[in-house]
């Protein structure tokens, strides 16, 4: 804190008489041998992932244990999994029949099936990262007959026990990682032109196609009754024409019998 005084006026506020407490940078140690001095009071740099904030001034020691959150990465994983599990039991329900004698919006639809195949596709790839494990079957992910996946948590937490950043890295690795791979491969279905912007436009021109056609049919539908209708009631003419000539002969033949 600098006090600037205005002219004229001169309190001395700044002397060293007036000094109560003179500032300085925050301070902790580690383990009584590591000393780290900060301006600020928050220390975000000294452990990876930790931040300390020293509140007040404290000469004892304070324990702090630092451990791996293994339940968060496995609910982590769990979420993965059901979110997959939307995604294909979804797809399931539109390319198979609904039940007995019905059928889906989008039975056995090619698109929707080739989504499905390159979800499950990269669920049994490899991923290059100096560990034992590399791909999800190792981690306890199966893939079901219905291709939605089972998790096995045991399986999952031992190997994120005997190898936390190899197992972990199989999703997180930036380059060729999981997680990489499905937010390029999603994007490509869901981007302009992509996968299904494709299909959609498919199936519009399909739809424009099919009306044209319903129209035509319809033009020719109205035409061919135009001329029933024609032709019926010429028919019926006809027929009163004769009815009105059998009677004007029967007329006449009644005329000579007598």
């Not at 080739?114 to 560990?131: F, G, I, K, Y």
């Not at 950043?165 to 032109?193: C, H, N, P, R, V």
């Amino acid at each position: 804190m600098t006090l600037r005084e205005s002219d004229g006026l001169s309190l001395n506020l700044g002397g060293e008489g007036n000094v109560l407490s003179t500032a300085q940078d925050a301070v902790i140690e580690l383990d009584g041998a590591l000393r780290v001095t900060n301006s600020s009071n928050t220390f975000s740099d000294v452990l990876e992932g930790v931040t300390f904030d020293a509140v007040k001034v404290d000469a004892d020691p304070v324990s702090i244990e630092v451990k791996r959150d293994t339940d968060s990465q496995v609910d982590a994983f769990k979420t993965f999994v059901d979110s997959y599990n939307d995604v294909v039991g979804f797809i399931n329900k539109k390319v198979r029949p609904s039940s007995i004698g019905a059928r889906s919006d989008l039975i056995n639809d090619p698109t929707m099936r080739t989504v499905r195949r390159q979800l499950s596709t990269l669920l049994q790839t490899s991923v290059e990262n100096n560990s034992e494990f590399s791909n999800l079957a190792q981690l306890g992910f199966e893939t079901k007959q219905d291709g939605t996946l089972k998790l096995d948590e045991s399986d999952l937490k031992d190997a994120l026990s005997k190898d936390y950043k190899g197992a972990l890295s199989i999703f997180t690795k930036e380059s060729g990682g999981l997680a990489e791979q499905y937010e390029s491969t999603i994007k490509d279905m869901l981007d302009t032109d992509g996968l299904l912007d494709s299909r959609t436009d498919s199936l519009n021109d399909r739809i424009k196609g099919l009306n044209k056609s319903i129209d035509r049919q319809n033009t020719r539908v109205d035409a061919y009754e135009a001329r029933l209708k024609a032709q019926f009631l010429a028919m019926e003419t006809a027929i009163q024409r004769l009815n009105t000539q059998s009677s004007s002969l029967n007329g006449q033949i009644g005329i000579y019998q007598r």
